[in-house]
């Protein structure tokens, strides 16, 4: 009895540092919450009755808000399992027949690796450190173990625009494949000029998909010159992206780095991204999407939406990026919604970013319209609730650093500003617009909302 009783004081006194420490950091973060709730007048439920069958995970990531509080007051993220056992068997594309020399059509010899080390009770599919040109392909599952697939070489779609008549809209596709570890250090290039000269922007191509997968993880790879977008996460739950490698010429269209649609619990750590689209962009049905430490070049920088096109409903909540750079982008952190649609996006943070010379910093546009004729006017709107914007600081290409171009019929709510510097590039002064918005400004706020709608304010920036 006294043994149990000394082993509770224990306990107790290991634990009760960090509860603490716990405590302030959840007390701290729940006062912003309750704030931007308070401003807003809204509940802070904002996605749709079938998310809440879904895991909420909106602080669950290590590393990002409440990193000292992790271990005993979060749960933790389902982590894939990526060790692989010395019994894993390995399959080796060569041994199927693959040529890997750039020219040879290697296609069958990867389809007939994915069936053997799909239906192992344990394998490792590896890509050897060669060259192979490959079709289009669907790595379907369910498969009957955790699989691996290691890529040292590289893999080069076919300019062959024919090749992809049976599905033009994907070239790698991994479906129903769930424990998965996608890695191995090589390259993935979709060869996407002959895509480029007849991009869409509907049903855009895509270099690699991830759909209707659980427990992912890709990692260590170089993925470029994708036919459209480079990596999509469709219908995906559970997913750690780590260590990608995104390039496309910055005039390449619609080259959008990581797409995450319909997806729940994903995770995106330190990605460099540089291309001719949106580097990042999170789209309808998205919820606990965690990105730190991204790296943006060129490209249209980090995107929530576009939502709400063809007057559609579209939900995305519980969104952090935590940790990016943006150099040169035309957009830094932006939330684009089509007039006419509905349904909301909510629940965003954007924190501790660098701009440099980025030429919309701070974006909300409840008027997108990515058309030719200017979009008719329509009084429904998605929606924008709860965001918060804190530590940006940097310099602004132009010189309206931030604006708020909110819809008249549904104006963006629970918008706040902490500790924001952001300067014209080469003049030290920059201006918000601010339209349709409520906000509330927290520390030194450079540039301010002006208090009349429709004006400038600016501000000598520190």
Not at 94 to 119: I, L, P, Q, R, Y
Not at 277 to 284: A, M
Not at 291 to 319: E, F, P, Q
Request: with cysteine; net charge positive.
């Amino acid at each position: 009895m006294a043994l149990q009783k000394n082993e509770l004081i224990l306990f107790f006194i290991i634990t009760l540092p960090s509860f603490v420490l716990c405590y302030s950091s959840l007390h701290e973060n729940q006062l912003i919450d309750k704030y931007v709730d308070e401003a807003s007048e809204f509940y802070s439920k904002a996605y749709p009755s079938y998310f809440n069958t879904i895991d909420d995970g909106s602080n669950l990531f290590k590393g990002l808000i409440k990193e000292s509080a992790d271990v005993l007051c979060l749960k933790s993220f389902d982590k894939v399992d990526s060790s692989t056992s010395s019994s894993a068997e390995t399959v080796s594309v060569n041994d199927f027949g693959a040529e890997g020399d750039g020219e040879t059509d290697d296609t069958k010899a990867f389809e007939m690796a994915w069936k053997v080390a799909c239906s192992s009770k344990e394998a490792v599919m590896v890509a050897p450190k060669k060259t192979y040109r490959i079709k289009p392909i669907r790595f379907s599952g369910p498969c009957k173990s955790q699989l691996t697939v290691q890529i040292l070489g590289t893999l080069i779609a076919s300019d062959d625009r024919s090749d992809f008549s049976k599905d033009g809209r994907h070239w790698l596709i991994f479906d129903g494949v769930s424990n998965l570890v996608v890695e191995g250090g090589g390259a993935i290039n979709g060869n996407g000029k002959n895509w480029w000269q007849n991009s869409c922007k509907t049903n855009k191509s895509k270099a690699l998909t991830f759909y209707k997968s659980k427990n992912l993880m890709v990692r260590n790879l170089t993925i470029q010159d994708g036919q459209q977008i480079h990596v999509s996460f469709q219908k995906c739950m559970n997913v750690e992206v780590s260590n990608l490698s995104i390039t496309a010429p910055p005039k390449s269209p619609n080259t959008d780095g990581i797409h995450v649609t319909d997806t729940q619990n994903i995770l995106i750590t330190s990605c460099v991204i540089a291309t001719g689209d949106d580097s990042l962009s999170i789209v309808n049905g998205s919820k606990t999407v965690q990105a730190s430490n991204i790296t943006c070049g060129s490209g249209h920088g980090i995107s929530i939406g576009s939502l709400g096109s063809g007057n559609s409903k579209a939900y995305v909540s519980d969104i952090t990026v935590n940790g990016a750079k943006l150099y040169g982008t035309t957009n830094g952190v932006r939330i684009k919604t089509w007039q006419g649609g509905s349904g909301s996006a909510r629940n965003i943070r954007f924190q501790n970013i660098e701009m440099h010379n980025v030429t919309k910093p701070i974006l909300i546009d409840q008027y997108y319209c990515d058309r030719k004729k200017p979009c008719k006017e329509q009084r429904s709107a998605v929606e924008v609730k709860n965001v918060v914007y804190k530590n940006i600081k940097g310099t602004s290409a132009s010189d309206v650093a931030i604006k708020f171009d909110c819809s008249k019929s549904f104006p963006c709510l629970g918008i706040m500003l902490q500790d924001i510097n952001l300067q014209h590039e080469g003049r030290k002064t920059a201006k918000a617009l601010c339209n349709n918005v409520n906000v509330t400004s927290i520390g030194v706020v450079c540039p301010l909302c002006p208090k009349l709608e429709g004006q400038y304010e600016t501000c000598q920036c520190l």
